[in-house]
């Protein structure tokens, strides 16, 4: 499966965006898909992850209860709200996809990765 993020930009603090993960050549629906994100000089974090069926999500201690992870398995398509925005959130944000009832916090648990889409929070 082929993996497309988009929506990223500059943001001030407190604000909002949402980020979309489009997929392609695989049945999206079998997968479990995720976010991760990776600020300049840091390691590569979890974000959110979300089940096949979209019942269940999973949420990095730094982002629960702030972001929302959701997917429209009819479009292919995987969204992450975001709000409450902080200059600690600036980062390359990644989606992925691993085929899986399980759902995974780790990178090197997924298969599918997409380009990243830069989130830049401005004080």
């Known amino acids: 499966v082929q993996l497309q993020a988009s929506g990223g930009g500059l943001v001030q603090v407190g604000g909002s965006l949402r980020l979309s993960c489009a997929a392609s050549g695989g049945t999206f629906g079998r997968y479990v898909v995720g976010w991760f994100r990776q600020a300049p000089g840091k390691e590569r974090e979890f974000v959110a992850c979300i089940s096949w069926s979209g019942g269940a999500a999973n949420y990095g201690d730094s982002v629960k209860g702030r972001f929302t992870i959701s997917r429209d398995n009819a479009k292919n398509t995987m969204y992450l709200q975001m709000n409450g925005l902080k200059p600690e959130d600036t980062a390359v944000y990644f989606c992925?996809?691993?085929?899986?009832?399980?759902?995974?916090?780790?990178?090197?648990?997924?298969?599918?990765w997409g380009q990243g889409t830069l989130v830049t929070v401005s004080s």
């Open positions: 992925a996809a691993v085929e899986s009832i399980v759902l995974f916090r780790t990178a090197a648990n997924y298969n599918y």
